[in-house]
C-alpha cells in the first residue's frame, strides 16, 4: 500500500531534508521512525527537499509498504519513534499513482523577518533578524512585479538542477505584523533558493537600498549572477502543499500568524 503522511519539523537541527551521509536529515529520522512501525525498511519521497534550518508546518510525504497498518497507528507509531522536533500530523492511504513531489499542483511558503533593534534569543532559529527599518508597504508593492509565469533565472540557486527555470508565481503578499514583517509566497512550483532570494531583493528594497522596480530588474536580467543576496533559512517555512481532490487529502488550514510565535518573541 502506499501511504500519505502530513509532517511539521523544526529544521534548526537539521542539514536540510534529503538524507546526506555525514549529517542528520529529517528524511532520515523519518525513514528510521516508519521503518520500525512496518516493521521493513521504508523509503520518503517528499513535496518540496527543504534547506538546512528551514521549517515546515505542512510538508507532505509518501512512501510504500508491504505492512498493513492503520492510518491511526502509521501516525502514532512514528512519532513514539521521532525525536521531538519532527511530527507527523496525518496518514492517509492513496492510490500508487500519487506522488508527493509529482502530483503536486501548488506550494505555499511563508518567510518571517524579525525587525526590531535588537535580536531575540527565542527567536534566533524561526525568525531572520534584521535590525534596520524595513517598509513593508514598499516591498508589497515591488513583490506584485513578480506575479506570473516567468523565467526566474535570476531568483534560483547557482547550483539548481531544476530542468526549466519557468515558475507561475501565483501569490506573494508582504505585511508587517507588529516587530515582524511576514512574506506569503504561492507558486506551481518553486526553484532552489527562490523564495529566499525573493526575500532578499525585497528587504533591500525595504531598507530603501534599492528602487521599487529593482524586483522585476532583476527578474528580466535572467542572470544569478546578477540578483540580489540569498537571504538566511531560519526565516523560512513550508506552510502548504495542493493537490488534486482526487486524492482526497487532509486539508489543513494554513498555518496562521499566531502559530509561529514564540513567548517572549
Same mark, same amino acid.
Request: hydrophobic fraction near 40%; charged fraction near 25%.
Given at each position: 500500500? %502506499?501511504?500519505?503522511?502530513? +509532517?511539521?519539523?523544526?529544521?534548526?537541527?537539521?542539514?536540510?531534508?534529503? +538524507? *546526506?551521509?555525514?549529517?542528520?536529515? =529529517?528524511?532520515?529520522?523519518?525513514?528510521?521512525?516508519?521503518? @520500525? =512501525?512496518?516493521?521493513?525498511?521504508?523509503?520518503? *519521497? &517528499?513535496?518540496?527537499?527543504?534547506?538546512?534550518?528551514?521549517? /515546515?508546518?505542512?510538508?507532505?510525504?509518501?512512501?510504500?509498504?508491504?505492512?498493513?497498518?492503520? $492510518?491511526?497507528?502509521?501516525?502514532?507509531?512514528? #512519532?513514539? #519513534?521521532?525525536?521531538?522536533?519532527? #511530527?507527523? &500530523?496525518? /496518514?492517509?492511504?492513496?492510490? $500508487?499513482?500519487?506522488?508527493? %513531489?509529482?502530483?503536486?499542483?501548488? %506550494? !505555499?511558503? @511563508?518567510?518571517? +523577518?524579525?525587525?526590531?533593534?535588537?535580536?531575540?534569543?527565542?527567536?534566533? #532559529? @524561526?525568525?531572520?533578524?534584521? !535590525?534596520?527599518?524595513?517598509?513593508?508597504?514598499?516591498?508589497?508593492? /515591488?513583490?506584485?512585479?513578480?506575479?506570473?509565469?516567468?523565467?526566474?533565472?535570476?531568483?534560483?540557486?547557482?547550483? &539548481?538542477?531544476?530542468?526549466?527555470?519557468?515558475?507561475?508565481?501565483?501569490?506573494?503578499?508582504? @505585511?508587517?505584523?507588529?516587530?515582524?514583517?511576514?512574506?506569503?509566497?504561492?507558486?506551481?512550483?518553486?526553484?532552489?533558493?527562490?523564495?529566499?532570494? +525573493?526575500?532578499?531583493?525585497?528587504? /533591500?528594497?525595504?531598507?530603501?537600498?534599492?528602487? $521599487?522596480?529593482?524586483?522585476?530588474?532583476?527578474?528580466?536580467?535572467?542572470?544569478?549572477?546578477?540578483?540580489?543576496?540569498?537571504?538566511?533559512? $531560519?526565516?523560512?517555512?513550508?506552510?502548504?502543499?495542493?493537490?488534486?481532490?482526487?486524492?482526497?487529502?487532509?486539508?489543513?488550514?494554513?498555518?496562521?500568524?499566531?502559530?509561529?510565535?514564540?513567548?517572549?518573541?
Amino acid at each position: 500500500m %502506499r501511504i500519505a503522511l502530513g +509532517i511539521e519539523y523544526d529544521g534548526a537541527a537539521y542539514h536540510g531534508w534529503q +538524507i *546526506q551521509p555525514h549529517a542528520p536529515t =529529517v528524511q532520515q529520522v523519518l525513514e528510521m521512525a516508519l521503518s @520500525r =512501525v512496518a516493521d521493513h525498511p521504508v523509503r520518503v *519521497q &517528499c513535496a518540496g527537499r527543504t534547506d538546512a534550518g528551514v521549517h /515546515a508546518t505542512a510538508q507532505v510525504a509518501h512512501f510504500d509498504a508491504t505492512t498493513y497498518r492503520s $492510518e491511526r497507528s502509521w501516525v502514532l507509531g512514528a #512519532n513514539v #519513534n521521532l525525536p521531538f522536533d519532527v #511530527n507527523v &500530523c496525518w /496518514a492517509a492511504q492513496v492510490p $500508487e499513482t500519487f506522488h508527493a %513531489r509529482f502530483s503536486a499542483t501548488g %506550494r !505555499h511558503y @511563508r518567510y518571517v +523577518i524579525l525587525n526590531r533593534m535588537t535580536r531575540s534569543a527565542l527567536q534566533r #532559529n @524561526r525568525a531572520v533578524w534584521e !535590525h534596520r527599518p524595513l517598509d513593508a508597504e514598499r516591498m508589497h508593492r /515591488a513583490a506584485q512585479r513578480l506575479l506570473g509565469r516567468h523565467d526566474f533565472s535570476s531568483y534560483r540557486a547557482q547550483g &539548481c538542477q531544476a530542468k526549466s527555470p519557468v515558475r507561475e508565481l501565483r501569490r506573494l503578499q508582504v @505585511r508587517r505584523d507588529g516587530e515582524r514583517i511576514v512574506l506569503e509566497v504561492s507558486a506551481d512550483a518553486f526553484l532552489h533558493h527562490m523564495v529566499r532570494n +525573493i526575500a532578499g531583493v525585497l528587504m /533591500a528594497i525595504g531598507r530603501g537600498e534599492q528602487p $521599487e522596480t529593482w524586483a522585476r530588474e532583476v527578474l528580466e536580467l535572467r542572470d544569478r549572477a546578477l540578483g540580489g543576496v540569498t537571504a538566511p533559512p $531560519e526565516g523560512l517555512y513550508l506552510v502548504g502543499v495542493d493537490y488534486p481532490e482526487e486524492f482526497r487529502l487532509p486539508k489543513p488550514a494554513l498555518v496562521s500568524k499566531d502559530a509561529l510565535r514564540r513567548p517572549g518573541g
